[in-house]
Nanobody, 127 residues
Framework: VQLEESGGGPVQPGGSLRLSCAGS????????MGWFRQAPGKEREGISC????????YYADSVKGRFTISRDNAENAVYLQMNSLKPEDTAIYYC?????????????????????WGQGTQVTVAS
C-alpha cells in the first residue's frame, strides 16, 4: 500500500485548502482511511477518518464543522476539505490506511490501527 499526500501549502486565516491522498490501486475502497496531523512540539492527532464499509465518518472536535473527508474510489483518492482555517491548524498532515474501520476510543481516533502512512504535506496558516 502506497499513499501520497498533496495540496498543502501556505494559506491565510479563514482560507481553505483541499488535501488529496492518492493511494495505490484498490487502497481507498478497501481500507479505512484516516487523516492525522502533527504540529511542531505536539503529538500527532487523528482528525478525521472514513470507513470503507459504510462511508461513516469521524471528526475530532478541533476540526468538526470546518473539515470534510471524502473518498473517490474510481480515483483511488481520499480528500480533506479544510475551511475556515486557523493558525492552530498549522501542521504536517498525513493520510493513513487501516484494515479496520474508524476506531474511536475515549473520543479519539486510534492511531495504532493504521498500518500504512504517507509522507505528509505541510499546511501553514498565517497572515
Amino acid at each position: 500500500v502506497q499513499l501520497e499526500e498533496s495540496g498543502g501549502g501556505p494559506v491565510q486565516p479563514g482560507g481553505s485548502l483541499r488535501l488529496s491522498c492518492a493511494g495505490s490501486e484498490g487502497t481507498v475502497d478497501y481500507y479505512g482511511m484516516g487523516w492525522f496531523r502533527q504540529a511542531p512540539g505536539k503529538e500527532r492527532e487523528g482528525i478525521s477518518c472514513i470507513n470503507s464499509s459504510d462511508d461513516e465518518t469521524y471528526y475530532a472536535d478541533s476540526v468538526k464543522g470546518r473539515f470534510t473527508i471524502s473518498r473517490d474510489n474510481a480515483e483511488n483518492a481520499v480528500y480533506l476539505q479544510m475551511n475556515s482555517l486557523k493558525p492552530e491548524d498549522t501542521a504536517i498532515y498525513y493520510c493513513a490506511a487501516s484494515v479496520l474501520d474508524c476506531t474511536i476510543i475515549g473520543g479519539r481516533l486510534r492511531e495504532d490501527e493504521y498500518d500504512w502512512w504517507g509522507q505528509g504535506t505541510q499546511v501553514t496558516v498565517a497572515s
